[in-house]
């Protein structure tokens, strides 16, 4: 009998969106790093179409990715992974074929959880990538085992909102991520679905202990299965890819000015403003008298582009790493999904939250009362608002102390992926047990 020793071939899963995919191929560069071939089964939208030493396999799209905004995440999540199931097994065999049975594991994204019924007919170990935050994937655990409607009038209790989950402080019940997905009921049954996997040989996390050692203590002891926080993966790899162009004009113009002066604001691929926001964000950014680069992916009204032309530069996208850790950026506001929150942190960049949906809420909540390394913007943007809080970033003496803070994260996350880390030694384990 074949040893698994002798099997060198990986094969990932992602999600197709930008902040799952790019952290899914930083895991596949990390791997080759160890020996490893990778190969990625994507379907026919949103995908990565190179990276050296990758192999690329696309399956028929059984549900674009556009249509996530008409059914809604649950009932797109639900149909994607009934369809696409039989497919993918039929790719899993075609694989095994071509590749004389040399697949030592499937990794997949927690939300593409028809892999798992693959990876048993074949007897292949699987493990799950969760892209988002530990903390994040301890809330999907506590809503997996909540009956809805007890939970719906449980929640009419503001002691019952206010109380802190499984001593996981500063974590409340109304902090669990639930609004935005349709009826409660439908929710919870899809997270049943994705949070209780029995047969994943264990789970990965792009995070670190020195940011969630509570919430990932938790987890190790109730899933029962070895957990990976070996992140942040962006540091540990040479390139980051991007399913977005984007445009380097950005650092020329960050080299014309002084360190520590500039605010970065985007906020993700995913993102829509209203323009009566996106109006009260330019006159109040004009007004801070600070300069600012700003991502904004659709067209902006003329009067908005006068407004921002005396102080900001604008692009559809940029090399976000890069600009982040340039002197000239001072600040970054930002949406706080998971990949912009770490990125920020290693750059020792302090941050405005302006969070969209329910992850991102929960990761603001972190970013400015736990680690204490950002402000959050709340209710409707105003220009007298966004003003002040600019200041309050980059000039005050509050800002400042938020800095140091946010560098002395950026030092031990640093740490963690040396020789010797904790985010090294779980790249470690994850790699010895792919190799046995």
Not at 52 to 75: A, D, M, R
Request: with cysteine.
């Amino acid at each position: 009998m074949e040893k698994r020793a002798e099997k060198r071939r990986i094969v990932l899963v992602p999600f197709p969106a930008q902040g799952h995919v790019t952290p899914f191929m930083q895991l596949g560069q990390a791997l080759i790093q160890k020996g490893f071939s990778i190969t990625v089964v994507q379907g026919e939208l949103n995908r990565v179409t190179h990276i050296p030493g990758f192999l690329f396999v696309t399956i028929q799209e059984s549900l674009p990715v556009s249509q996530l905004k008409t059914l809604g995440p649950v009932e797109f999540l639900t149909k994607l992974n009934k369809t696409i199931e039989a497919s993918f097994k039929d790719c899993i065999s075609q694989l095994l074929q071509q590749h004389d049975n040399d697949v030592a594991c499937i990794i997949y994204d927690e939300l593409m959880y028809f892999s798992e019924a693959a990876a048993k007919e074949f007897k292949l170990p699987s493990v799950i990538f969760s892209t988002v935050s530990a903390t994040s994937r301890v809330c999907g655990c506590v809503l997996s085992k909540l009956n809805a409607e007890k939970f719906l009038i449980d929640m009419e209790d503001p002691e019952v909102q206010d109380k802190v989950v499984d001593d996981l402080h500063p974590l409340t019940y109304k902090d669990l991520p639930t609004s935005g997905m349709g009826p409660l009921d439908r929710y919870l049954e899809l997270c049943r679905e994705i949070f209780n996997r029995g047969t994943a040989s264990g789970i990965i996390i792009n995070t670190a202990s020195c940011l969630e050692s509570s919430s990932l203590s938790w987890l190790q002891q109730e899933l029962g299965i070895p957990v990976y926080p070996l992140g942040p993966l962006h540091i540990t790899v040479s390139t980051n890819p991007s399913l977005l162009e984007e445009d380097m004009s950005c650092i020329e113009w960050l080299n014309k000015h002084n360190p520590r002066s500039v605010i970065y604001i985007s906020f993700g691929s995913k993102a829509h403003m209203e323009a009566k926001e996106v109006m009260e964000m330019a006159w109040g950014l004009r007004d801070s008298n600070q300069p600012f680069l700003w991502v904004v992916s659709e067209s902006l009204p003329e009067e908005v582009s006068k407004i921002v032309s005396e102080k900001g530069y604008i692009v559809k996208w940029a090399p976000q790493n890069q600009v982040l850790a340039h002197p000239a950026v001072g600040g970054f506001w930002s949406h706080c999904g998971w990949n912009s929150t770490l990125e920020s942190i290693v750059e020792g960049v302090p941050m405005i939250c302006r969070p969209f949906g329910d992850e991102q809420k929960l990761n603001a909540k972190y970013i400015e009362s736990v680690w204490r390394i950002g402000i959050r913007l709340e209710g409707e943007v105003e220009r007298g608002q966004v003003k002040r809080m600019v200041k309050r970033l980059i000039m005050d003496d509050e800002g400042a102390e938020m800095r140091d803070r946010s560098i002395g994260f950026k030092e031990k996350l640093k740490a963690s992926v040396r020789v010797g880390g904790s985010s090294y030694n779980a790249l470690d384990e994850l790699v010895k047990f792919l190799e046995t």
